[in-house]
């Protein structure tokens, strides 16, 4: 049995979870969210938790029940506050900027490179070298936000790309000159 699944979930005031024809839904006051549940798990509340139940000793089962588990709380978490991933450009240069619901990037290619922003997804540019993707949906916003990053993958030797806000890039030594060498 699995350790996260046997945790009860804390349902918030003003979030309502529904399951219903193998659909669980989650609503609240930024939006709703839903999800197929695939496989014998079952959803129970307990007063202000909600208890994901295995429903049979399948190797199958007891395998999603953690998975559905964290699928579901982070549904209740982003109903409720949302989530944010923040990324910085840094390039001579290189500037991102939105226009209407589109992120623009000027990262060094010989075009500017264009996102539309996925339903749900907003971005914000509070500075010419800072985004930040913001939603509900938590694999939304980080698949966004990895998509962002993946046009140019911080290198090594200048640290010249898209990085996570804190992301640390481990600088390497450049070649060195023959001086001295004989």
């Known amino acids: 049995m699995s350790r996260i699944g046997k945790m009860p979930i804390a349902i918030p005031a003003g979030v309502t979870v529904d399951f219903k024809d193998g659909v669980v839904t989650v609503k609240g006051p930024k939006g709703t969210l839903s999800r197929e549940v695939v496989g014998n798990i079952g ?3 307990d007063g202000a938790n909600l208890l994901v139940k295995a429903l049979d000793d399948k190797a199958e089962t007891n395998a999603k029940h953690g998975l559905y588990r964290a699928l579901v ?4 978490m982003g109903v409720k ?15 991102a900027a939105v226009q209407g619901n589109k992120l623009v990037l000027n990262v060094g290619f010989s075009h500017p490179v264009e996102f539309v922003a996925p339903e749900g997804i907003k971005f914000e540019c509070p500075t010419l070298t800072d985004v930040v993707v913001s939603g509900i949906s938590k694999e939304v ?8 990053r993946a046009v140019r993958v911080p290198e090594p030797y200048h640290g010249y790309g898209i990085r996570y806000k804190g992301e640390v890039v481990e600088h ?7 001086k001295g060498k004989k």
């Open 43 to 45: 959803f129970e509340m």
């Open 73 to 76: 709380n982070g549904m209740v």
């Open 81 to 95: 506050d949302g989530f944010v991933k923040a990324l910085e450009v840094k390039g001579v240069g290189w500037k």
């Open 141 to 148: 916003v980080g698949q966004t936000a990895a998509n962002i």
């Open 172 to 178: 390497k030594e450049g070649k060195t000159s023959g």
